[in-house]
């Protein structure tokens, strides 16, 4: 399974993007979704995670509101909507995979996702 993420770019405060993660080499709906982020000198941080069908979204506090995950299935590709962006967003964003985890927080808090995406990077300006 490999995993190609996209959409970052430099934004003003208060604006928005669209990340995208396209998977390939799979059907994407055998697999949990995580987004991740990590500024820099910071740690990864799992921002938020979907489903394999879609019924179930888990987002960190430091998003809820402001960030929607989604998935397309049928085009094998997941979704992070970002709004309201500000200076603190400022990352490299990562999606991740697994067929087996259980979206909540243990797998934003665990990070154990057995596929990644390369990143990409997200920069806010005040």
């Known amino acids: 399974v490999q995993l190609q993420a996209s959409g970052g770019g430099l934004v003003q405060a208060g604006g928005s993007l669209r990340l995208s993660c396209g998977l390939s080499?799979?059907?994407?709906?055998?697999?949990?979704i995580g987004w991740f982020r990590q500024a820099q000198g910071k740690e990864r941080e799992g921002i938020s995670c979907m489903s394999r069908s879609g019924d179930t979204s888990y987002y960190s506090d430091s998003v809820k509101g402001r960030f929607t995950i989604s998935r397309d299935n049928a085009a094998n590709t997941a979704y992070l909507q970002m709004n309201n962006l500000n200076p603190e967003d400022t990352a490299i964003y990562y999606c991740a995979a697994d067929p087996h985890i259980t979206c909540g927080n243990y797998a934003l808090m665990s990070r154990r996702f057995a596929s990644w995406g390369q990143g990409t990077q997200v920069t806010v300006s005040s």
């Open positions: 080499g799979n059907t994407l709906n055998y697999y949990t």
